[in-house]
């Protein structure tokens, strides 16, 4: 039997995947809901206005005590100035712990599966933003009243979580329509890219002006931690929440946005998924050797992808983070992946205005509090607060363990050029270990994209590009060159505190450039965009090749679309950059060149 589940393909096709139970009873479920929220509502007034009461009667009780002539009055029997203050702390002490019992009778009423429930965070107007809660389940859940949430995170003025889930999803339901029109009439190259800047122009360039140079929230100082996790078709991502937060020293402080790229299902054109049998495809897998010896591969049929957040979330130890909403998600359909860059880029946007903003890669293990040794860490650079930690992880194997073992931690100290990429653009590599015993952690002139560590005053000075997909390579030294001239520093971490699962071509793990390929029936055609597109990191870069004026010369400047917001930083400068990182333009080969930089495996600069 077909079973079939909704998802959002336009703002005419949103729904839920859960079954519907009838009219009256989803009107119930609103009422009740509703007079929860009046009920919350009606504690919290009456906890202000008990302790303004509470308030007036302590200054009314001092002054009546200072009037009091001979100071002689009794302070048992609440004449005096002492007994008044005493009398009025126990009635605001009293207010207190009664508004506390309600709240707290009023959470233990509250439940839901796959529903955060927000209702202990509602007098906290630090979280006001995380209203109306968004669910992390079902896979592409309706929001409601999403057209209002959007116009109000559009103005810039009451923005929320549910509000920006909604404008992504908006975007990527318009992205999956246009994607599947273009697929069946094999368009090229060009109308392809046209499509995407098209709708990023519409939806995505319009939300991040609203909030160009400030934070779209206000940055909390409580030390909270917010981990971006891009991830497409993972099936570590439960087990890396797992090790997340059971290593954390605070796990109510951690805060997780996850962009759930997957195959859900044969996706059909009345909007329905069709999850049963084998509608995905594996990686190129390793089937045998010919007979030169090279290994043989094969695409295979296989089922849908694993949803890590269900996974975790539906776990009894984990619920609680789910529901107290810590954990974020957005889930976006393997035909409209496009990269890690634009995966990354939606989930900066689940930041919620945590104080650290931590990017990494989706197949880790964390060490024991891995969170405070990082806050720690960071805090020990000499350009804290705009102190960046960044580093390539050492490796493990799946069944290893569930923590980390601590080690000198490694330095981003070189970059390459690898010609045999499809379309070369400089990358970045270790070089060297801390030894032990530093007395603070010392900079490096690199980014990696697959594990950074900041305050989020980051997201204001670097705010994520929407205008890179397809790409691959070229977004870390985009990082690098872009946070160091904003005037952020980049720092190796002493210590190794988390590790990566680094998956070599013979895994036969599907890649995005997989499904562009199968999706417009041409292999290379990621390729082929891509050429177009890395463009724009190439003039970000200095490269000879990529100039304004060879880009409009080629019929590209769309590339160049909003270069001055996603661009080099105003702190330094491009060329200050450039000898900083031991990079020069090698213009006989059009390319960027790297050299030995001594200073950053010495650790000679703090």
């Not at 001092?62 to 609440?78: F, M």
């Not at 896979?139 to 509000?163: E, R």
């Not at 090749?545 to 400047?557: C, G, R």
Request: with cysteine; charged share 25%.
């Amino acid at each position: 039997m077909m079973h079939r589940k909704k998802v959002p393909l336009g703002s005419s096709k949103t729904s839920s995947s859960r079954t519907t139970v009838g009219a009256s009873s989803t009107r119930m479920r609103r009422k009740k809901k509703k007079s929860r929220f009046s009920k919350t509502v009606d504690y919290i007034v009456m906890g202000f206005v008990m302790v303004i009461f509470g308030a007036f009667m302590y200054e009314f009780g001092v002054l009546h005590a200072e009037n009091v002539a001979d100071g002689t009055a009794s302070v048992e029997n609440g004449s005096g100035k002492a007994g008044a203050i005493n009398k009025v702390k126990g009635v605001i002490k009293a207010a207190s712990k009664n508004l506390r019992r309600n709240i707290s009778a009023h959470k233990s009423s509250g439940s839901g599966s796959g529903v955060v429930n927000l209702d202990d965070n509602l007098y906290r107007s630090d979280l006001s933003h995380l209203q109306p809660p968004v669910p992390y389940l079902p896979i592409f859940a309706s929001i409601p009243n999403d057209k209002q949430l959007i116009q109000d995170t559009l103005d810039g003025t009451k923005p929320t979580i549910a509000g920006i889930v909604a404008l992504l999803q908006k975007f990527l339901s318009e992205l999956h329509d246009k994607n599947m029109m273009l697929s069946q009439k094999r368009a090229d190259g060009d109308e392809i890219i046209d499509a995407f800047f098209t709708l990023a122009k519409e939806h995505l360039l319009p939300f991040d002006k609203a909030y160009r140079g400030r934070p779209i929230f206000p940055i909390r100082e409580d030390e909270s931690i917010f981990l971006s996790l891009a991830a497409f078709r993972e099936h570590l991502l439960a087990d890396t929440l797992a090790f997340a937060f059971d290593n954390a020293k605070h796990p109510d402080k951690l805060f997780v946005g996850a962009v759930v790229q997957n195959c859900f299902g044969k996706v059909l054109p009345d909007g329905t998924i069709d999850p049963s049998g084998t509608p995905c495809k594996t990686g190129a897998q390793v089937v045998g050797k010919n007979k030169q010896g090279r290994d043989m591969t094969k695409v295979s049929d296989a089922p849908i992808d694993k949803n890590g957040i269900e996974d975790f979330c539906n776990d009894p130890k984990y619920e609680k983070y789910c529901k107290a909403g810590q954990v974020r998600a957005v889930y976006v359909h393997e035909t409209e992946s496009l990269g890690p860059a634009m995966a990354r880029y939606y989930a900066s946007k689940l930041w919620g205005g945590e104080t650290y903003f931590v990017q990494t890669d989706s197949h880790l293990k964390f060490a024991e509090e891995w969170d405070e040794k990082y806050r720690i860490e960071v805090k020990a650079a000499k350009n804290y607060p705009k102190a960046i930690l960044s580093s390539y992880p050492p490796g493990f194997t799946p069944g290893s363990g569930t923590s980390v073992h601590e080690s000198n931690g490694a330095k981003l100290c070189f970059c390459e050029t690898n010609v045999l990429d499809p379309n070369p653009i400089i990358r970045i590599n270790a070089g060297g270990n801390y030894k032990g015993g530093e007395k603070r952690p010392t900079q490096i002139p690199f980014v990696a994209a697959g594990f950074f560590f900041a305050r989020a005053e980051f997201l204001v000075d670097m705010p994520f590009d929407p205008l890179i997909p397809w790409c691959f390579m070229g977004e870390e030294i985009a990082l690098s060159l872009r946070s160091w001239t904003s005037g952020w520093s980049i720092y190796a971490p002493r210590k190794n505190l988390i590790a990566h699962q680094y998956r070599p071509g013979r895994m036969g793990l599907p890649k995005f450039w997989g499904s562009v390929g199968r999706l417009y029936g041409r292999p290379q055609m990621n390729n082929k965009i891509q050429g177009k597109v890395i463009k724009r990191l190439k003039n970000l870069a200095g490269y000879p090749d990529a100039t304004v004026e060879s880009i409009q010369k080629d019929n590209i400047a769309y590339v160049l679309t909003d270069m001055e917001y996603y661009g080099v930083g105003k702190e330094r400068t491009l060329e200050q950059y450039m000898e900083f990182a031991g990079i020069h333009v090698d213009k006989e080969n059009n390319a960027l060149a790297c050299k030995a930089i001594p200073w950053c495996g010495k650790g000679l600069k703090e």
